[in-house]
């Protein structure tokens, strides 16, 4: 009898060319594939809650497939995980209720963006944090994320060549906070469009620098013009912590 089985990665984006399986490059969703067959011998396919780009890291990124294997969860997450290369590891494995879509069944994601803010780079973890070099003004930076929280068109913070049939999103929390050195920028919505924390990020980080005022993202949302924002934050600074889900799914 075949079961759904929903798992919980982590990885490091690093050496990634994002989430989905693409033709010529290597992907997180392929790797963890080859792994699942690798075990279980079926071309099972890994339905992921989204789509990470390229260097993008993840804390809780889940997905699911579908598999007639006899193994239990606890048995196939430790031979997941001695097949898979260290930069990718299944953090918990469980067998899901029926009908259970990883992608369908979000409630809501939480990223998290990580910020350097010294003159000094560092050594060690460079490719998980953007180096921003002058002082930013948090109180701006705070201010300006603030506004973002709410159901809003998020059209100006859309990167180019997407297709959604609605850029509208509905934010339930933003905001910093400062943790091992760190200024973290963390936000919760029920969905993102492509590169969207990252214009946002660029956007803070403008009027954390006094290139913009703080008080200028609810002009930019209304404008639903990409060229109102600011640059795309680096990916190497974005993780996608937690997705979140409906009680009754059996993920819980």
């Known amino acids: 009898m075949e ?95 029926p009908g259970f879509h990883a992608r369908y069944d979000v409630l809501s994601k939480v990223y998290e963006y990580r910020i350097l803010n010294r003159w000094l780079p560092a050594a060690i973890g ?6 921003v070099r002058p002082p930013l003004a948090e109180d701006a930076m705070e201010t300006a994320a603030r506004a973002l929280a709410g159901t809003h068109d998020f059209a100006a913070f859309e990167g180019a060549g997407s297709r959604r049939e609605s850029t509208v999103r509905t934010v ?20 993102f ?4 924390v990252r214009n946002i990020v660029g956007t803070l980080v403008h009027a954390g620098l006094g290139r913009m005022p703080a008080d200028s993202v609810p002009s930019i949302l209304a404008s639903r013009d990409r060229r109102r924002a600011g640059p795309t934050a680096p990916a190497r600074g974005l993780f996608l912590r937690e997705v979140k889900y409906p009680k009754g799914t059996g993920v819980c």
């Open 172 to 191: 339930f929390s933003a905001g910093f906070t400062r943790r091992d050195g760190l200024l973290v920028f963390s936000i919760e919505a029920d969905g």
């Open 126 to 131: 460079r490719d998980y944090v953007w180096h």
């Open 3 to 97: 079961r759904t089985f929903f798992l919980v990665i982590e990885y490091d984006g690093t050496r990634f060319h994002g989430w989905q399986r693409q033709a010529g490059d290597l992907t997180v969703q392929e790797t963890v594939e080859e792994a699942v067959f690798t075990i279980t011998r079926e071309r099972a396919t890994l339905h992921g809650s989204g789509r990470t780009d390229a260097g993008v890291h993840a804390l809780g990124q889940c997905a699911h497939f579908v598999s007639g294997t006899r193994l239990d969860p606890g048995v196939l997450v430790r031979a997941l995980n001695a097949a898979l290369p260290r930069d990718v590891v299944v953090r918990e494995c469980k067998v899901a209720a």
């Open 193 to 196: 469009l492509r590169y969207m």
